[in-house]
């Protein structure tokens, strides 16, 4: 057994991001500023995206993509109720109505057929934010050709999937067929960081509005007005919010960025540890899916256990199997989390819709199920073998 607690997740924070930052701090100007120009450069370039505007957090990137997306108020926006919370608050504050699909069983993203059905019970609708869950990307075709017959948008909730994609094509490099705004996340568990922060990716006309309505709806380049050469005149075109990017942030995310393609590597050689253990124990649980056509940015590793295999088993209620396997691994010294207690159980969007736990019969009964095990870079091979000999040690110690 560990003698060390293994925490669920970790930032990877090398010597270079550090250096990067002090640097900023030093220079004398720390807020969006050049390295955030640089850092969405580097950033929409490696997506192979028109344009990219780097914010605040994923949950203001979703706001914007909603707003410059065209969503109105009133407007109904279909989304999964198999996600965090923000993709819903994005949803509301955009003045918008949460319309959810329930999730393919299997890779619990939101099932493209929800959609539709969605669309035809709840009237018109402006937008469908899908969530690449876990970093497994949703089936993009079917979402954008039902998007494309019923002429709305597609706003990605992309916190997941750096770097995922679908058939070859990034997530958050856009589409040919649907106006497509994808949003992305740099909190500090993410597959890169900037402490806090977001990306907005999508048709340039687009994002040049969000840009304006990131930073107070002022006019292009005020940014810039105590640089060399800035004007101190602006113009207030529309009501922003404040939103922007700090140059602090963007140094980290500059070097982040960089290393993004061996930390992701790294998390795929942790997942083959799992996957590959796990399939020893077919019947005490599920393995995380990945399909074919997909590349999966596995942010995180998630089991769903099957009840009836352990000695806590009771019918009239699966969760106590995961609640004790939670508390059984952490006294193995092994950490772990749920994602997500679904939207519609949250008592604020399950009392102002009067959602029921069976409305999303697929979401409702994975969550019962569900466990995410520790995944991060700066895990060793040593940390994934003691979190598989954990998992192991309890299905055995309490098999029915
Ligand atoms: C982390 C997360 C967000 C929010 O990201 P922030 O950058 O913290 O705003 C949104 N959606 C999902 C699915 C997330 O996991």
Known sequence: MRKTHLPFALPTIGEEDIDEVV???????????????T?????????????????????????????????????????????????????????ARPVLGDVDPET?????LRVEQAVRQSGPVAAVVPVHLYGHPVDVDSLEEIAAARDFTIVDDAAHALPA???????????????????FSFYATKSMTTGEGGMLT???????????????????????????????RYEVVERG???NMSDLQAALGIHQLRRLPALHERRRAIVRRYQQAFTAVPDALERPVERVGVEHAWHIYALQLRPEWFSWYEPRDPSIVRDRFIEELARRKIGTSVHFIPIHLHPYYRDRYGW??????????????????????????????DVIGAVMDVIEAYRR
């Not at 640097?23 to 955030?36: F, H, Q």
């Not at 995206?49 to 109904?76: I, K, N, Y």
């Not at 994609?165 to 949003?183: D, E």
């Open 241 to 243: 919010f404040k939103y």
């Open 356 to 385: 029921k736990p069976g409305d999303f019969p697929n979401a409702f009964h994975a969550y019962e199920r569900l466990v995410s095990l520790p995944l991060f870079p700066a895990m060793s091979d040593g940390d994934a073998d």
């Open 23 to 37: 640097d900023v701090l030093r220079s004398g100007w720390i807020t969006t500023g050049a390295r955030t120009a």
């Open 165 to 183: 994609s679908f058939k070859g094509r990034r997530i958050g490099s856009g589409s040919s067929r649907v106006p497509t705004l994808t949003a």
């Open 202 to 232: 999508g048709p340039t006309e687009l994002v040049d509005r969000a840009r304006i309505l990131s930073l107070h709806g002022m006019s292009r380049d005020s940014w810039n007005r105590y640089g060399e050469g800035g004007a101190w």
């Open 108 to 112: 619990l993203t939101l099932d493209p």
């Open 39 to 95: 850092f969405e450069r580097d950033f929409a370039s490696f997506l192979g995206a028109p344009t990219a505007l780097a914010v605040s957090s994923c949950t203001a990137a979703l706001h914007l993509g909603l707003v410059v997306g065209g969503v109105r108020e009133g407007d109904a926006v279909v989304t999964t109720p198999m996600t965090f919370c923000s993709t819903v608050h994005a949803i509301e504050q955009a003045g």
